[in-house]
């Protein structure tokens, strides 16, 4: 059990953290970082025995997560995925999944005195990630696949690895924040950085995994985390930060897929929302719900994109007004509490990563369907597409979410009134 994290004693713990830093031989201006080295900041010393696996990206976040969780007393072991053999021969295309990023990591962990272990995952990751990402765009459907990284790589067989170690815990450097235990559920809320917080791609967590993980950096700001990096003297402290999916790299997430999937850039017509040829795409692949800048329309009022017509290799388009969703119908539901047996329930829900909160109301279906239909009021519906996640919020708690099946628009359901 974990004591809940919100009753931190910060001056004694400073005052602690200052001596520890003297005795690592920082000086005294590296030493203003002990106020960020409190249980209000990343959680309570409670480590004394125990062993955790960190997973090791090769940045910065990670490793501040791996010194952390050192300086909670575990004992740490420091674990890269290698998910993705990038296709150039030095691994700079995509930077986070290649020989360099393993390198970082092995530094970091040598500079902290940690041991350090390369896993090979690039099967479970192109099955459970890569794959699935280029058949859903092909589908006309939005993947995330951070979130089924997380999903199915790094909070399932990762979490099975470390338990095969005996580790007590998992951390990893993202940004969300789990507190609860001591008889009460777990509880996952957004990180006290809006501008990092991932708790979005998190939603998949259960009771379990909630209690077996770690994430030390989830009341820290970026700026928090680079500043104890250059304290400690990290190799990482001031690398760059990936901006995109990771096995993509640097070209377009449409070449990606086009390059495995030829027939997705097949020309077709676009469609207003009454089925008027108005224009022709270049391959559906190359669009997204709710784009509406490069459609290559010429008109007087700004086009969005309402559907991606597989089925016809149409693109339709037409009015914000028409693309707000009414109702979203979704499968694959996940609830943290792990409790599913409750009535409808009002939420804050987001439909994509760091996006805007829109209220709604959510009902469940039965339990073995894992099924639900999202419904929102007025005209406040947001832009979703099928295959994205919609998930619950309570405030900054994240509640559940799912996948969205099918979006019923506020046009379709003025159509069926």
């Known amino acids: 059990m974990r004591p809940n994290h919100s009753h931190p004693h910060p001056d004694t713990q400073t005052s602690m953290i200052t001596q520890q830093l003297t005795s690592f031989g920082l000086d005294s201006a590296s030493q203003s970082v002990a106020h960020l080295l409190t249980p209000a900041k990343i959680g309570p010393r409670d480590g004394a025995g125990k062993l955790v696996v960190v997973a090791m990206s090769g940045g910065v976040d990670s490793a501040v997560t791996a010194l952390l969780m050192r300086e909670r007393g575990y004992r740490v072991v420091g674990m890269n995925l290698r998910l993705f053999s990038p296709e150039d021969e030095d691994h700079r295309a995509n930077p986070c999944c290649g020989i360099p990023a393993m390198d970082d990591a092995r530094a970091t962990c040598a500079t902290i005195g940690v041991p350090f272990y390369a896993i090979n995952m690039e099967s479970e990751f192109g099955h459970a990630v890569v794959d699935r990402f280029v058949n859903e765009y092909a589908a006309g459907r939005t993947p995330n696949p951070c979130l089924e990284c997380n999903r199915h790589v790094k909070f399932r067989h990762l979490v099975q690895r470390a338990k095969m170690l005996g580790a007590d815990c998992l951390a990893t450097g993202h940004y969300a924040w789990i507190d609860g235990g001591d008889g009460a559920p777990w509880r996952l809320s957004r990180a006290a950085d809006s501008r990092k917080d991932q708790s979005y791609v998190l939603y998949t967590l259960t009771q379990e995994q909630l209690a077996f993980i770690r994430f030390p950096l989830g009341r820290l700001t970026k700026p928090e ?121 009002p939420a804050e829900a987001v439909v994509r990563y760091r996006g805007v909160p829109v209220p709604a109301i959510v009902t469940l279906g039965d339990e073995a369907s894992r099924s639900a239909t999202v419904s929102f009021a007025g005209d406040a519906g947001p832009v979703a597409s099928p295959g994205q996640a919609v998930v619950f919020y309570r405030g900054d708690e994240v509640l559940g979410g799912g996948t969205i099946q099918r979006v019923t628009r506020r046009g379709e359901r003025a159509a069926t009134a």
Do not use: M
């Not at 020309?267 to 108005?278: H, S």
């Not at 800048?293 to 914000?320: C, E, M, S, W």
């Open 225 to 345: 985390v680079r500043e104890i990096a250059t304290a400690f003297g990290l190799p990482v402290a001031d690398k760059a930060e990936s901006q995109e999916i990771c096995f993509v790299g640097n070209r377009s997430y449409a070449d990606f897929v086009a390059a495995r999937r030829p027939d997705v850039t097949r020309p077709g017509d676009i469609v207003n929302a009454g089925g008027e040829k108005i224009g022709e795409h270049r391959g559906l692949v190359h669009h997204t719900i709710g784009q509406r800048r490069g459609i290559g329309i010429a008109a007087k009022k700004p086009y969005f994109v309402l559907q991606l017509d597989t089925a016809h290799n149409r693109l339709v388009v037409g009015d914000r007004s028409d693309a707000a969703a009414a109702e979203l119908t979704v499968d694959n539901v996940s609830l943290t509490s792990g409790v599913w047996d409750q009535p409808p329930f």
